[in-house]
Nanobody, 129 residues
Framework: QLQLVESGGGLVESGGSRRLSCAVS????????MGWFRQRPGKEREFVAAIRRNSGTLYADSVKGRFTISRDNTKKTMSLQMNDLRPEDTAIYYC???????????????????????WGQGTQVTVSS
């Protein structure tokens, strides 16, 4: 059983930056596919970014070029560096683990929330205009 804990949320001005972190407890962290999702007010949970075990990355079009996902297998952490934040980025951000994904898991699968078995509790990011 894995436990995920996000941190780093808060209030930031439009155009500013924020770094989210996700700490994972449990074995075999380096083997997992990790992802970030967000849920904006009144919206369904949506894909933000994912990182494979070989550090290959995938981004939603809405954040590409502004957000960077990374992982530290030694520390068992994953991060999301968010730059040029916009009011529409306001959301609860969740980290997630896909413990059964493999190298050939298609990008389309990694964009789907149901691909991930473990979730953190979420951290609120609010971007003021």
């Amino acid at each position: 059983q894995l436990q995920l804990v996000e941190s780093g949320g808060g209030l930031v001005e439009s155009g500013g930056s924020r770094r989210l972190s996700c700490a994972v407890s449990g074995p075999m962290f380096s083997r997992y596919i990790m992802g970030w999702f967000r849920q904006r007010p009144g919206k369904e949970r949506e894909f933000v970014a994912a990182i494979r075990r070989n550090s290959g990355t995938l981004y939603a079009d809405s954040v590409k070029g502004r957000f960077t996902i990374s992982r530290d297998n030694t520390k068992k952490t994953m991060s999301l560096q968010m730059n040029d934040l916009r009011p529409e980025d306001t959301a609860i951000y969740y980290c997630a683990v896909d413990s059964t994904g493999i190298i050939t898991t298609p990008d389309s699968s990694l964009r789907a929330a149901n691909e991930y078995e473990y979730w953190g509790q979420g951290t609120q990011v609010t971007v003021s205009s």
